[in-house]
């Protein structure tokens, strides 16, 4: 075998929740088996409670797997250390996960400063990535969260996520809580943005049209279990009900679409 | 003439630098003890409920105690472990004033600074402590850089509480022999001198605000992220700390410390010993206000130089006889009890301040009652007050034993109400101080005690054991020895207690001198 190793690959992978008191554990992640190749955007849409989410956080140890093997690089995440391995992943958050004492530029900073690079070193980074995301240098910099719009912040989400120049990027549903214009733009930068740095990014949805014009690749989870992977013209291939009724919206949207905004309009 | 040319404010302002100081000092010091503890403990507690619960409760226990009794339980309690430590290890320390006024205080403040650490770090959002876990945070690095920022401003809010709290409890250790604001009101309140009450409570509070705004100054600019108000907070509680040491550095060490307990007679009786001993070229310092029980300890411990006591307090609550004895015999056998503890009993001052049973002479001669025998067929419809600690005297067992006395009610008072309430008819018999100026001035009288159930209370000067060989001290005191009969003392406590203006317990020591020096 020549070929390197994908980096992010899921091998049988189990996670079970205590249900509370008295009540059954949960399977939230069940006998999973996914590999992520290089330079690959994928993307795993679900509903809530399919599991997707806490799948995402086991690639990084935010949650330890119950069973199976989960690799990054190769590697097996039990063996290595998961601040180390956190701080050479990115991750954007659910709405941001900014921290609202720090300031932008501070927030952007953060994993760099964590890893011991020098302050002036920071600030330049800084600058590189609000070029990056598109936001002016002067007039963020020094704001707080609160002060920045859904969209800026969540600018700043992905901002943070790149600081420390990671390969693999793992997004939370990063663009759920946006306008559809905001969403729009954010999910056409940052897949030129994937392009550019070369990155392989796993990100979350539980909107199938938003994971077929993002993704390369698309995958189906339902109560835990993986239903389908492929890219959007494999899936709607694919045998299974659910996987068709997920798809089922966007083709409806597009003819919809298509029948009221006649093509040759000015737009 | 103004209210504010009263010389008794001038005297208080006088008093200021020591007593502020000495404020300052041990509620500092108990609150940054009670931080150190409280913040790593609500700190380790956070994510370990049965750890928090335990904390919190046994906090909120200690905040159930008032606070003058949770001050008086660190005396002996200190004084124990002084005593094993040095058994064990050869040192003792000091458990007078400052150690147990510090203790009390700083677990007085826990229960706010626990609660509010452990309430603005359960506070943050789940979101970002995820957040700081993901961006390759230690829990460490989390709960410096995120956590405790965060929860900042409520944990702030905690420490003004446990601040403002410290500052206004403070004022009760001056019983246990820490000088404090206190020192005003303990004794405004028992020479009846309003003015220095309302001085000690007025400073207590302008500093629990000065202190409390500096840290809101503090908190806020935490807040927002300005330099410029912590800076000035900070540098604000720095100078308050530095202003109220330096007169503490210039204080002599070597000077003589009297004690006096808490009512007026000892202060005028400590003041006229501190002129003495000045009057002799040597320093001394009063350190009043202290309560019985510790007043003593402190003397065999050398925490005072010298003090007054009576000779039947001594012997019926010190060393618990249960006895009487004829006056000389128990004089000898006193002064042989406090030898082997190496406590020089100096000498006598030439009066007695006994408990009396005291009533209206009008009543009284009414009734033909002239001593306590006659009293006991009356006693059964009649009301009985007295002060805070008779009623758990063995004296009033005595009484009861031996003219089988029951009243139909017992109360007590503040020593300087009950002599009105018997006058007034609010109670019917009180059991007074005979060497009290206020017998005399609202006509009431001495009950006989022909079965002496009392035992004689000779006021006499006690020697702390470092003293005991003192020539200077012994020079400068001799000359109040048999000096002070009882109307002398009786026309200086009426003077001390009567709210007069010029009579600070100074003023009247002063005069009681001029007095009894020509005898």
Redesign the interface.
């Known amino acids: 075998m020549t070929a390197a190793p994908p980096p992010i690959a899921f091998a049988h992978v189990g996670k079970s929740f205590d249900g509370g008191r008295g009540a059954k554990p949960v399977l939230a992640v069940n006998d999973v088996s996914l590999d992520v190749a290089e330079g690959e955007l994928l993307a795993i849409v679900g509903g809530s409670g399919s599991g997707k989410t806490t799948l995402l956080r086991l690639a990084n140890r935010l949650i330890e797997a119950d069973s199976g093997r989960i690799t990054i690089e190769g590697a097996d995440v039990r063996t290595v250390d998961a601040v180390q391995l956190r701080r050479r992943i990115g991750y954007v958050f659910q709405s941001g996960g900014l921290f609202p004492h720090m300031s932008v530029a501070d927030n952007i900073g953060i994993t760099p400063k964590l890893l011991g690079m020098p302050a002036a070193e920071i600030l330049s980074r800084v600058d590189e990535l609000l070029d990056l995301v598109r936001l002016d240098r002067a007039q963020h910099r020094n704001r707080l969260p609160h002060e920045l719009s859904g969209g800026q912040r969540q600018r700043v989400g992905v901002a943070r996520a790149l600081a420390a120049r990671p390969k693999i990027v793992l997004m939370d549903e990063p663009f759920g809580a946006l306008d559809p214009l905001t969403r729009d733009a954010l999910g056409d930068d940052y897949r030129a943005l994937h392009k550019k740095l070369g990155l392989t990014t796993v990100m979350i949805t539980h909107d199938m049209t938003e994971a077929i014009l993002l993704a390369d690749r698309v995958a189906v989870m339902r109560a835990g279990r993986l239903l389908a992977q492929g890219t959007p013209a494999e899936l709607s291939n694919s045998g299974d009900p659910y996987v068709h009724e997920l798809l089922r919206t966007p083709r409806r949207q597009a003819e919809r679409l298509n029948v009221l905004l006649p093509r040759g309009g000015p737009a | 003439m103004s209210r504010f040319s009263d010389p008794r404010w001038s005297e208080a302002l006088a008093h200021l630098p020591d007593y502020l100081g000495n404020h300052v000092r041990v509620s500092v010091t108990a609150l940054a003890l009670g931080l150190l503890v409280s913040l790593p403990l609500a700190v380790l507690s956070r994510n370990r409920p049965v750890m928090r619960g335990a904390l919190l409760g046994l906090a909120s226990i200690v905040q159930t105690v008032p606070g003058l009794a949770l001050l008086a339980l660190f005396y002996p309690l200190l004084l124990a472990l002084a005593e094993l430590s040095l058994a064990w290890f050869g040192f003792g320390f000091s458990a007078f004033g400052f150690l147990p006024a510090v203790l009390a205080l700083a677990l007085y403040s826990m229960l706010p600074v626990l609660r509010n650490t452990i309430t603005g770090l359960q506070g943050v959002d789940p979101?970002?402590l995820?957040?700081?876990?993901?961006?390759?945070?230690?829990p460490r690095?989390s709960l410096f850089?995120?956590e405790l920022?965060?929860a900042l401003p409520v944990m702030m809010a905690g420490i003004r509480t446990a601040a403002v709290w410290v500052i206004g409890t403070a004022t009760l250790s001056t019983p246990i022999g820490q000088t404090s604001l206190g020192n005003y009101i303990f004794a405004g309140l028992q020479t009846q001198n309003w003015v220095f009450v309302l001085f000690g409570c007025l400073a207590a509070a302008v500093l629990a605000l000065a202190v409390d705004q500096l840290l809101a100054l503090i908190e806020i600019g935490l807040r927002e992220?300005s330099r410029l108000r912590v800076a000035v907070g900070g540098i604000g509680i720095a100078v308050l700390v530095a202003a109220t040491l330096v007169p503490s550095m210039m204080r002599l060490q070597s000077s003589y410390i009297v004690g006096a307990k808490t009512f007026a007679e000892q202060y005028v009786l400590s003041a006229l010993i501190a002129q003495r001993l000045r009057a002799a070229g040597l320093s001394a310092s009063s350190r009043e206000g202290l309560g019985s029980n510790v007043i003593f300890d402190a003397l065999a411990s050398d925490d005072i130089d010298v003090y007054v006591d009576y000779s039947g307090t001594l012997w019926a609550n010190q060393f618990h006889h249960g006895d009487i004895k004829p006056r000389e015999e128990l004089l000898g056998e006193l002064k042989a009890t406090l030898a082997r503890q190496k406590i020089t009993l100096f000498g006598e001052l030439g009066f007695e301040n006994a408990y009396a049973l005291v009533m209206p002479r009008k009543r009284a001669g009414e009734l033909g009652i002239h001593s306590i025998a006659d009293l006991a067929s009356h006693a059964g419809p009649m009301s009985m007050a007295a002060d805070y600690e008779f009623f758990s005297r063995p004296e009033w067992a005595g009484l009861q034993k031996a003219y089988g006395l029951t009243f139909r009610t017992q109360r007590q008072m503040q020593p300087d109400f009950m002599y009105a309430a018997v006058a007034s008819g609010e109670v019917d018999v009180i059991a007074g101080y005979t060497s009290d100026g206020l017998i005399a001035k609202y006509d009431l009288v001495v009950l006989d005690d022909p079965k002496h159930a009392i035992p004689p209370y000779d006021a006499i000067v006690l020697l702390a054991p470092k003293r005991a060989d003192d020539q200077a001290l012994r020079a400068a005191l001799s000359p109040l020895l048999g000096k002070i009969d009882i109307a002398a003392m009786r026309e200086a406590n009426l003077r001390a207690a009567g709210g007069d203006g010029a009579a600070s317990p100074d003023a009247v020591a002063r005069g009681l001198w001029e007095k009894i020096a020509k005898r």
């Open positions: 979101a970002i995820e957040a700081a876990q993901g961006v390759g945070m230690t690095q850089m995120v920022p965060l992220r």
